[in-house]
């Protein structure tokens, strides 16, 4: 159990002050043009490492490289705490064009190699992992707390929308275009980005009040406030087990069209695209389930997540994979979204950006451990028993999760944070009261 000096209940983000009625129509137009251009150049990126090489284990290698950038997330968010989160957003979208222009003019002149694609992918990514803590600790400035849960929703379903839009184009093309048609258009959407932060800029004053004590900004404040945290240490340590049993799902799909279905690069693109409707779909059947409890939105999407790969892997064909995709996806999008609400609600302003970084660093941390020992293993064993033994592995923990209680914090004090709940509700009005009678005890002792 951790604890919260008086600042901190303060800082609980429980409530918002207004904000322009354009700030989220801005946010979310930045959000899907970088995503529309950055996921056709993934796309671009996999099928052409993909057809370099043939090769399982090096593949799982290079995603499980890719995957491993957001371990730096635990750094990231703090320089997310310690400066402002806008011009942060658009210094890397400059950098990120950069880069993208930078590629489009080398690929212009040269035939692309695995390794210097990969540098590439690589490069942007490290710069991306600035961005997520941002954005993620400015959305509740943006939102108050009764729309907060939508306005995630809403961030995470543009997000897919476009990356869907990306994957649907790229295939079409991928086969037809030059590496640097891509790289181009991607730099051109990460200046759309970059401009609409920019105008988000204009219309909202981002409010930012630095902790007073010299230690505030230790990086290491993310990890201790999770370390004290049982419900978020809880998701952590869930989420490491699923995330290498199902990484190999994410590296070796493009493996599992072209070696297993026998199918073009279209079709791969279809599954992509199937993926993200069922992450929208999610992010819209989260908002029905608002007054389910925490550990129902979280545990079924994990079994239903993991029943979607055992099927998928064991009756192989086009048709059930797209079906189990959706599924997946949908399953997908709850969880995110539940956990995302989740920790900004209740976390103090001031660590949004550390506890955010420190979060999604430890959820991903089995991801790339995954993704390259079942690249090496599906060398031996095929595409196909690899994800039927991790849809093994994931389903024994979620059952083992649900053992175990998975109720939000319902009872906050002067010094402690709370680690059970019944409701998000009953910690709103138990650290409103926090609140005041901490207000009331200073006025009491200013008068005496």
Known sequence: ???????????????????????????????????????????????????????????????????STSLTMVFTGGVADRHRRMPLML?????????????????????????????????????????????????????????????????????????????????????????????????LTFLASLACVGALMHVHAETYEPAANEDAHGWRQGIDYIRGNSLMLGVILLALVVNFALGPVMSLDVLWVQQVLHASAFAYSSIQIVLMIGIILGNVAVFALQRAPFKAKLIGPLLGMAGSIAILALFPSLWLTLAMILVMGLAAGIVNVTIATTVQRFTPEHLLGRVNGALLTGTQAALPVGMALGGVIAQRIGVAGVFLGGAAIAMIAALVAATRPWNVPDEETETNVPEDSKSFEALQTTVDEATQGVSAAEGGQTKA
């Open 1 to 67: 159990m951790s604890t919260l000096s008086n600042s901190d209940n303060e800082g609980l983000t429980m409530g918002h002050k207004p904000t322009s009625r354009w700030s989220i129509p801005i946010l979310l137009a930045g959000e899907g043009a970088s995503q529309l251009g950055d996921n056709l150049f993934m796309l671009a990126a996999d099928w052409y490492i993909a057809k370099l090489t043939q090769n399982a284990a090096i593949i799982g290698i290079f995603s499980a490289l890719f995957a």
């Open 91 to 187: 210094g890397v979208d400059a950098v990120q064009t950069a880069i993208m222009l930078a590629a489009t003019f080398l690929y212009a002149a040269v035939p692309p190699t695995v390794v210097g694609l990969a540098a590439i992918v690589l490069l942007t990514r490290l710069v991306g992992m600035f961005f997520m803590p941002a954005v993620n600790a400015l959305i509740p400035q943006l939102a108050d707390d009764d729309s907060l849960e939508r306005v995630n929703g809403m961030y995470q379903g543009v997000s897919m929308s476009m990356q869907m839009a990306g994957t649907l184009i790229g295939g079409a093309i991928v086969a037809l275009m030059p590496l640097a048609t891509f790289t181009a258009i991607n730099a």
